[in-house]
């Protein structure tokens, strides 16, 4: 049984340019939720999506934009990459809307020069 | 600002000693779940606490959220070099609110 996966594992971008990470969940999980993770704090929550729609947002510019598609598989988008955007980004599944105990993949590190 | 507070910030204890992690929020938590994270990589899920005064045990592990539920305390008994690691408290923090994480606590357990 697949848990989370997440790609790729590791980025390098150009300020200003865009970047597409994405996202499976487990198995039997219709929920998505995308984390970032600056070095040595903990994960601040970005938006969650479930039936294709994003249901939940933190606190997060316009410039992340997300998506859910029919198999419950996710993307986040960021376009205008600044050098605070480097983190490591961390999708998380669960079964159904709320929060039951998230299921985290290992995350994609993405570093902006 | 956080929302969620743990302390200590880090913690380094010799491998067999005891040791408590604290978290801590300003508002009622509808369910707080306990993580652990090797460096760079995903989060795991320990335990799930919700209601006032419930404590579980895994292993060598005890979690506890007090009768406010305002305060949580991850208790690690005889520690082992594979607890080592980052432990983050998470909360949902009310109805349609997000679900947040604490800054974490690093934990080193010397052999």
């Known amino acids: 049984d697949a848990g989370v996966t997440q790609s790729p594992t590791h980025l390098i971008k150009t300020r200003g340019q865009q970047v597409t990470l994405r996202c499976s969940p487990k198995?039997?999980?219709?929920?998505v939720s995308w984390y970032q993770q600056a070095l040595g704090q903990g994960p601040q929550f970005i938006f969650q999506?479930?039936?294709?729609?994003?249901?939940q947002r933190g606190n997060f510019p316009d410039r992340f934009s997300g998506h859910q598609f029919p198999n419950y598989s996710s993307e986040l988008n960021v376009n205008a990459l600044l050098l605070g955007d480097s983190a490591l980004y961390l999708c998380?599944?669960?079964?159904?809307?709320?929060?039951?105990?998230?299921?985290f993949g290992n995350g994609t590190r993405l570093t902006v020069t | 600002s956080q929302e969620l507070e743990q302390s200590p910030q880090s913690l380094i204890v010799q491998e067999g000693k005891n040791l408590t992690i604290n978290c801590t929020s300003s508002?009622?938590?509808?369910?707080l779940y306990w993580y652990k994270q090797k460096y760079g990589e995903g989060l795991i899920f320990l335990m799930m606490?919700?209601?006032?005064?419930e404590e579980k045990s895994h292993e060598k592990i005890t979690a506890k959220l007090d009768e406010k539920k305002q305060q949580s305390s991850l208790h690690i008994t005889a520690s082992q070099p594979s607890h080592a690691g980052i432990y983050l408290c998470?909360?949902?923090?009310?109805?349609?609110?997000?679900?947040?994480f604490g800054p974490g606590t690093r934990l080193s357990v010397l052999p």
């Open positions: 998380a599944s669960s079964p159904g809307q709320g929060w039951a105990p998230l299921h």
């Open positions: 198995s039997g999980h219709d929920t």
């Open positions: 999506y479930y039936e294709e729609e994003e249901r």
């Open positions: 508002k009622t938590l509808y369910g």
């Open positions: 606490l919700q209601k006032g005064g």
């Open positions: 998470g909360a949902d923090i009310g109805h349609g609110q997000n679900f947040v």
